[in-house]
């Protein structure tokens, strides 16, 4: 049975694996992160996307032994030690950006991904464009889009704060 | 108990208590549990549409490796077991009993849709089971099939079930026919419309699941899985399925990731798992692929209409005749039956004075994937109806749109309002809701964005529907009466503990809705205890006492109402041991909740909460002889109607002749969902009703060819709405209070969903108004528009 070696939110493990395993199955089933989530067979939904090396990934079509060497975070991994948010984790609280949560995981991943590649700030139209491979079935979108934009100027160093404005 | 504190009750945006753990990847789902030394289960599913079953071979699968067990068709019956039940019972128009063929938990002699489960393979890994269930050899004896409405009725179709002569489950019927004869014969104008409504694949982002344990000390079984209602469930299986009482059986429905419908029904893989279990000695866990969801999870709408309305020459309706026939699928789901009848046509009044309603629904089988309710649930049927009718008649009577919906309008002094179909409604104020939404979507300045448009080539349209919805179907009683094999009452139990901690058990179910902020907030606000300090619990049949879970928006006007009731017992007890702390009679101790304090009136001697909280269970100092110990009640709320949503949706669009496209430009919802508890939550529920309902509008549509096969059997075949299919939604309450509930709350989960699918294509069809479309049926794809632009091009 072939091994793999990978960090994930900053542990290392060494994990036997079939050649057939996905990451998302590694990830769920031997490391137990079950906050990475399955939503779809045919890589459309995006609730299991992870960063690798820093971009993000849909680990439901990435085999596990892709992954020898890789440096992996989950959801689980994307605050800090200490307990404190992501902005884009704040975000998503502050504007109701979630219902049901199973999107949520794969949704921040890839929206923290789409802020931080692209450090001149996106429009409305870019972030809808840039959710192109994640499904919500919830929320319509509306608050995820004011929540990934509100977070990306957090990023970006231009406001120190999600909050929404004073309702 | 802070009255400087920060005021969390009813109105506040409080954030959600869920996110934390959804935001960190804490959530506990079905599939995220691994129970100890539990198996993997595949079920292997048909590929034909209608089958007789010759043979399951299954020798070489249960020597594959890691194979447990395998369990086929028959070995399920010769347990004698039950089939899964259909909780409503339809009659027909003579008034004898329709049609309910069994619906076996594992097909056994035929099978009747692509995706019916012929055997379950049990392994120690989900791959182990999946590679033995290729090596099951079933000998199939292929067969007709039919999956449309109008082929299963024809002469000579296939027929699925003995007991369904002609492929019909019932042709039942409601209101009167003769006045609306006699106004048709009077009318100065009719109009006609012929519509289907589409069939929706559901495809909430988590896939169905279920483990089953069995614990054979106890007799104890135990199932996981992904439910909106973890009671209805168990007296499901429990007493019609798998004779197992129910104090030998707990559900669990734990975190849930989207449901809108499609997570009420009792699924056969629940039973299967349940049953599995002792025969196996360990938990059976099944989790769904989404190719299996797309094949087995109930599928929605599917109707095929003609409705007919009569005018006077003012525009007045004067007559509604409607004729309906709906795809039940192959079997019975749960609640199918109710679906296309009494939470349907029961709505065809909508807004309106129509004095006269008949309307005629023959529900048929297919072989397809069972359909039952989904977001809305007959309401968006009989809304879609409705208001692409009147936009119908407004032009072909000439008058406009809007003036026409007001003509017709129930009034606000025409409250408590009986229509012609059975339901009353207690509140409403159509006008207000209109005017809010004309305003807001600048209406009366569109012509000017529709010429702007022309002049960059584009189509532009705009379009409105003033819709009505009813929620939480009640009372039992006359639910009972039309055929409703459940109670529809609601439970909640407010257990405070000694030191003033709150714990709150619901019968409803929380799947995105935020119940546990809702809730939460409804009892900070009422008992004047931090938000904080109150938690919620649903969804574990072994915590809470009993509930029939959530649907059909009920959660709150139901479920809420009842934590109201259980909350006004506590309050009547605390005020009784106030009274003998302070040593004055019960009458004259007022509950403060802003204070979290119980005083005397009109002194200022008082009690706090914590410390009424801590005699109630340390009762020391105590009327021990007239009151027990304790703080801990539960109250059972059925309610006395229906609530009833309405409001005013307008989508404004832009077609690009070139490709057909329709951008989604602007959505306007108001909506009167009654009393906001937290308008956070409930314009997020709006905004996901109205995706789902643009989804249907421009986007979504099962398809299933001429032999059954589904087509739309993944999310590259099926298209869900994505952030850049969709435009921002504008969201705004227009409030009347319930009448009869305590809150005055009406339901606001499927507002969305059921006022947009008709304002979208009201506003595609406004744009298409000089390309000679009269109706369009949905979705408004951009084959069928690019088409309809092109093919006229040509014709001229």
Redesign the interface.
């Known amino acids: 049975m072939p091994q793999v070696t990978l960090t994930v939110n900053g542990k290392q493990h060494t994990v036997d694996v079939?050649g057939?395993t996905l990451l998302v199955e590694l990830l769920?089933e031997k490391l137990?992160?079950?906050?990475?989530?399955?939503?779809?067979?045919?890589s459309?939904?995006g609730?299991c996307v992870v960063h690798i090396d820093g971009n993000s990934v849909k680990s439901c079509t990435t085999l596990a032994v892709m992954c020898q060497g890789a440096n992996v975070t989950?959801?689980?991994g994307?605050?800090k030690p200490d307990g404190t948010?992501h902005p884009m984790?704040e975000a998503?609280?502050?504007y109701?950006a979630?219902?049901?949560?199973?999107?949520?995981?794969g949704m921040?991943m890839s929206a923290v991904d789409l802020v931080a590649k692209n450090p001149q700030g996106l429009s409305?139209?870019e972030?809808?464009?840039g959710?192109?491979g994640?499904?919500?079935?919830?929320?319509?979108?509306?608050?995820?889009?004011k929540a990934i934009a509100a977070a990306q100027d957090v990023m970006h160093g231009k406001r120190s704060t999600v909050a929404a404005a004073a309702? | 108990m802070n009255a400087v504190a920060p005021f969390e009750g009813i109105g506040v945006?409080m954030?959600?208590k869920?996110?934390?753990?959804?935001?960190?990847?804490?959530?506990?789902?079905t599939?995220?549990m691994?129970r100890p030394n539990q198996t993997h289960c595949v079920f292997l599913r048909s590929p034909h549409a209608h089958a007789a079953i010759r043979s399951v071979d299954t020798a070489a699968a249960a020597a594959m490796p890691g194979v447990v067990r395998i369990f086929t068709g028959a070995d399920y019956a010769a347990d004698k077991l039950g089939g899964v039940p259909c909780g409503w019972l339809i009659h027909n128009k003579d008034g004898s009993p329709m049609n309910e063929p069994p619906h076996p938990v594992l097909a056994h002699g035929k099978v009747r849709y692509v995706g019916d489960a012929v055997a379950m393979v049990i392994a120690e890994t989900r791959?182990a089971a999946r590679d033995a269930a290729e090596k099951i050899v079933v000998d199939y004896d292929v067969l007709p099939a039919v999956a449309g409405i109008n082929e299963a009725l024809a002469a000579g179709a296939p027929q699925l079930h003995e007991a369904a002569p002609r492929n019909i489950c019932y042709d039942w019927h409601i209101g009167e026919k003769g006045p609306v004869d006699v106004a048709f014969a009077a009318a100065h104008k009719i109009v006609t419309l012929d519509l289907t409504n589409n069939r929706l694949i559901p495809?909430?982002?988590?896939?169905r699941a279920a483990i089953g344990e069995y614990d054979a000390h106890s007799g104890e079984y135990t199932l996981h899985t992904t439910s909106q209602n973890p009671h209805v469930i168990r007296l499901l299986m429990g007493a019609f399925v798998l004779n197992i009482p129910e104090h030998k059986l707990r559900i669990v429905a734990p975190?849930?990731?989207?449901g809108?419908g499609s997570k009420i029904f009792h699924y056969i893989e629940e039973a299967a798992v349940t049953w599995a279990a002792p025969k196996v000695g360990r938990p059976i866990k099944w989790t769904a692929?989404?190719?299996e969801a797309f094949m087995t999870d109930a599928h929605g709408r599917d109707h095929i209409s003609t409705a007919r309305l009569a005018l006077d020459k003012d525009g007045k309706f004067l007559a509604l005749h409607v004729q309906t026939k709906a795809n039940l699928g192959a079997y019975l789901s749960t609640f199918a039956t109710s679906v296309p009848t009494y939470l349907y046509a029961t709505l065809l009044a909508g807004t309106y004075t129509t004095p006269a309603i008949y309307a005629e629904v023959t529900s048929v089988f297919t072989n397809t994937v069972p359909v039952d309710a989904y977001r809305g649930a007959g309401r968006p049927e009989a809304t879609f109806l409705l208001e692409r009718l009147v936009d119908v008649a407004a032009r072909e009577t000439g008058i406009d749109r809007v003036e026409i919906r007001r003509r017709n309008f129930i009034k606000p002094d025409q409250f408590p309002y009986q229509t012609p179909v059975a339901l009353q409604y207690d509140s409403g104020n159509y006008f207000a809701t209109l005017d809010a939404a004309l305003a807001s979507s600048d209406w009366a300045g569109f012509e000017a964005r529709r010429a702007e448009a022309a002049k960059r080539g584009k189509l532009r349209g705009i379009g409105i529907s003033t819709y009505l919805e009813a929620c939480g179907i009640a009372p039992s009683a006359v639910a009972g009466a039309l055929g409703a094999r459940a109670g529809l009452y609601e439970v909640g139990a407010i257990r405070v503990h000694p030191t003033g901690s709150v714990t709150v058990l619901t019968g409803t179910h929380s799947?995105?809705?935020?119940h546990e902020t809702t809730f939460a907030q409804l009892v900070a606000d009422q008992l004047g205890v931090p938000f904080d300090k109150v938690d919620v619990v649903h969804g574990d049949t072994s915590k809470i006492p009993f509930g029939m879970g959530t649907y059909g928006s009920r959660s709150l006007p139901v479920g809420g109402t009842a934590l109201v009731k259980a909350m006004d017992k506590i309050i009547a007890k605390a005020k009784r041991i106030a009274a003998h702390l302070l040593e004055a009679d019960v009458a004259d101790i007022e509950f403060d909740p802003r204070a979290g304090a119980f005083k005397v009136a009109g002194t200022d001697r008082s009690k706090a909460w914590g410390e009424i909280a801590l005699t109630a269970y340390v009762p020391h100092n105590y009327p021990i002889e007239e009151l027990e110990p304790g703080l801990d009640e539960t109250a059972y709320y059925d309610p006395k109607n229906f609530t009833f949503p309405g409001g005013c949706h307008i989508a404004e669009v832009e077609i690009d002749p070139d490709t057909g496209h329709v951008a989604m430009i602007n959505f306007t919802a108001v909506d009167d969902v009654g009393r906001v508890i937290n308008p956070?939550?409930v314009?997020?529920q709006v905004?996901?009703?109205?995706?789902?309902g643009i989804g249907q509008a421009l986007l979504e549509a099962c398809v299933y060819d001429a032999q059954g096969q589904l087509l739309s059997g993944?999310?590259?075949d099926y298209t869900?709405?994505?952030?850049?299919d969709?435009a921002?939604?504008s969201v705004a309450t227009h409030t009347t209070l319930c009448t009869h509930n305590p809150l005055g709350v009406k339901g606001c989960g499927e507002v969305?969903a059921i006022g947009s699918p008709p304002a979208v294509i009201n506003a595609v069809v406004d744009a298409l108004r000089d390309h000679g479309v009269r109706h369009l049926d949905m979705p408004a794809t951009p084959a069928k528009i690019w088409s309809i632009i092109n093919t006229r091009m040509a014709a001229e």
């Open positions: 079939e057939r769920r137990r992160l079950t906050g990475t989530h399955v939503g779809c067979d045919t459309q939904c609730a989950t959801i689980e994307l605050a948010l984790q998503f609280r502050e109701h979630l219902q049901c949560g199973f999107c949520t995981p921040v409305e139209k972030i809808r464009e959710l192109e994640n499904l919500c079935r919830c929320t319509g979108y509306h608050n995820i889009v309702e | 945006r954030r959600r869920e996110d934390l753990r959804f935001l960190s990847g804490k959530g506990s789902y599939d995220d691994s791959e495809n909430a982002m988590e896939p975190d849930v990731g989207g809108f692929d989404r190719t799947h995105g809705q935020g956070m939550i314009e997020g905004q996901g009703g109205v995706a789902q993944s999310m590259m869900m709405p994505r952030a850049d969709l921002p939604v969305g």
